[in-house]
């Protein structure tokens, strides 16, 4: 008996310590299942991942490639492209509105204009600007902004790529000129399409710009640090609309080594229609706007050789180089053209005067108009004498006086020796000299010499083979005007050229050149002497005076050229940017949090070490059309 419960006492035991898992067991067991979850999940994991990123980068790819298409195709059918927009940044004075302001292209914004299209989308031909129901040009923009311009940046507000549509128009005042964008919609309901995605993606702003003191800032910052309250605005190096840049290319000239043609038709940087001087734009044009060329990455740079040593003659970078050369560049048609007009007027001093045979008419050589302000004038008298220092261009050349007569004797004297007037050099005689010259023999220089260098006081210059101009001018005591323009003939004997006809001889490669007319008829007032007794009243005219008469003679001269060598032209060297070719750069990438600038707290940047998601793409395109 004992025995038998002994045993089912064991039993007992047995069962009750084999009634669970001991705690090591279960760590074990649970160890293993971690490491078989593990084994199994991890690239499951690694594959949702995966996946997310790929979607990620997928959209970024489409987003990125559909926008450069739509940029592409609308740049390209632009029928006007306005110029790069600029940012004044302040110089080194700490001053916006001074001397050495810069001015910076705004590369991450394009403005242009589309063609007219039907209410179905198909081009109107002739092809013509898009306008409005009033008749006003409608503009294109796309520009890098907020998604909500009225709220701070973050990751639902990131900046995005948009296209807007409005009115871009010029303004300007005594200090500046400048243009401004107005949406269609207005600032409330503004007409914008997103052309990269609105949420989750991101292009970040490399460069604030405070656009009331200059001040710039790198990185994103909502309000000017120096603590003013002017608009401020980003530059982005993800979206670049980058004129083409063109290095060290030699120009080909035209027009007698005047102008000078680039590869392409319109240049970026600051604007000149033509009608400024190189020498006259340093330092600026105006507040606001920095005239020295340069000064942008967009701006051109000018360089003139001389072939004989290859030495430059004139650098538009480096104002120590200026020479005596004018040079104006025109931005829209990329030329440079070299030298300047200049004219001159012959001015009788009394076209009513009673000139006798062998006299003239006294006169005054000034370089203005008649009803502009007078200047310093060349006078000379009735006897073709210079009376004082030459100022002016043009030298008249007067008709042999012939043998001078005295009207006692009938001695015979040189007009070189002796002037109409003076008492007979016989002793013995008490008569005066005359000339032999017939009545009707012309009263005014029957020719003029253009003396460029103005006797030598300035540099050596050319004179441009047709540039010359000759307009005679004339009002009577009623105000009534009388002008005539002269026609160039390629006759140059005197005796043949017409009575509206004038001839230029050149020599010495176009460094001299004489304006010559009929040395019986040359401009005169005696064009107006009708009844032939070579006095110019009120009968000639039917009543009134001849109160003016004056010959305006006009060329263009050059001075890009070796006078040591005058065949030897300058070579024109240049680099620019061109508006016909823009290279096309956009990068969109996942947003990143910034975080604060370490050399500023109050400006937002991505970390140097951050390595977010991003597609890149770049592009060019050709455009129709440019107009300013």
């Not at 760590?27 to 490491?35: C, D, G, K, R, T």
């Not at 005359?434 to 210059?461: E, F």
């Not at 001839?503 to 107006?528: D, G, I, K, M, T």
């Amino acid at each position: 008996m004992k025995t038998g419960c002994a045993l089912d006492s064991r039993k007992h035991a047995t069962m009750r310590g084999r009634a669970g898992f001991t705690l090591v067991e279960v760590l074990v067991v649970l160890s293993i299942l971690v490491i078989l979850f593990a084994l199994l999940f991890a690239p499951m994991i690694a594959s949702l991942d995966m996946v997310t990123v790929g979607q990620t980068r997928v959209t970024m790819q489409n987003a990125v490639r559909g926008a450069m298409e739509d940029i592409r195709r609308e740049l390209g059918n632009a029928m006007y492209v306005y110029p790069t927009p600029g940012v004044t940044l302040k110089g080194s004075d700490g001053l916006l509105g001074t001397a050495d302001d810069v001015r910076i292209p705004n590369l991450s914004e394009i403005v242009f204009v589309g063609p007219a299209r039907t209410n179905t989308g198909e081009l109107i031909e002739p092809l013509s600007p898009r306008v409005d129901s009033t008749g006003q040009i409608v503009a294109t923009r796309l520009r890098v902004a907020l998604l909500d311009e009225t709220q701070a940046y973050g990751e639902f507000n990131p900046f995005v790529l948009v296209r807007e549509e409005g009115y871009y128009e010029r303004y300007e005042d005594a200090n500046a000129v400048w243009w401004e964008f107005t949406n269609l919609g207005g600032a409330t309901n503004p007409i914008r399409n997103l052309l990269t995605p609105r949420s989750g993606y991101d292009i970040p702003v490399t460069y604030s710009i405070c656009a009331t003191c200059g001040e710039v800032v790198r990185g994103y910052i909502d309000s000017c640090p120096a603590g003013c309250t002017g608009d401020i605005y980003y530059q982005h190096e993800g979206v670049r609309f980058q004129p083409e840049r063109v290095a060290g290319e030699v120009l080909e000239p035209l027009a007698n080594y005047t102008i000078y043609q680039a590869r392409h038709g319109s240049w970026a940087g600051l604007h000149n229609s033509g009608n400024v001087d190189l020498n006259d734009i340093a330092p600026k044009v105006a507040p606001g706007m920095v005239g020295t060329l340069g000064i942008s990455e967009l701006d051109p740079r000018l360089v003139f050789v001389n072939p004989t040593d290859m030495s430059v003659v004139q650098d538009s970078v480096d104002p120590t180089t200026a020479s005596s050369m004018v040079v104006t560049w025109n931005s829209d048609r990329g030329a440079v053209q070299v030298g300047a007009p200049t004219a001159t007027w012959v001015n009788v001093t009394d076209p009513t005067a009673a000139v006798l045979p062998g006299q003239y008419y006294e006169m005054q050589v000034q370089g203005e108009r008649p009803d502009f302000a007078a200047t310093t004038v060349d006078a000379y008298d009735s006897n073709g004498t210079l009376t004082g220092a030459r100022q002016w261009d043009l030298i008249p050349i007067y008709p042999s006086l012939g043998p001078l007569t005295c009207t006692d004797c009938g001695g015979s004297y040189s007009p070189t020796q002796y002037n109409v007037g003076d008492s007979c050099p016989n002793p013995s005689c008490a008569g005066t000299l005359i000339s032999t010259a017939q009545p009707g023999d012309p009263a005014m220089p029957i020719a003029y010499r253009l003396d460029v260098t103005r006797a030598g006081t300035l540099a050596p210059a050319k004179i441009v083979p047709g540039s010359v101009h000759v307009v005679v001018w004339a009002v009577d005591s009623n105000g009534q005007p009388y002008q005539e323009t002269y026609t160039e003939t390629t006759n140059t004997d005197q005796s043949q050229i017409g009575d509206r006809q004038f001839a230029v001889v050149y020599s010495s490669h176009n460094q001299v050149a004489e304006v010559r007319f009929n040395e019986l008829r040359p401009p005169s007032p005696r064009l107006f002497d009708t009844n032939g007794d070579h006095v110019v009243d009120s009968s000639d005219l039917g009543g009134p005076t001849l109160e003016y008469f004056g010959v305006y003679i006009q060329y263009y001269f050059r001075r890009n050229y070796d006078p040591a060598a005058p065949e030897n032209d300058y070579i024109v060297r240049a680099d620019y940017s061109t508006q016909e070719i823009i290279n096309l750069h956009l990068r969109l990438q996942r947003y990143w949090e910034p975080e604060p600038d370490p050399t500023n707290p109050d400006a937002l940047i991505i970390p140097a070490d951050a390595t977010p998601d991003q597609v890149s793409l770049k592009d060019q395109v050709t455009l129709r059309n440019l107009s300013p």
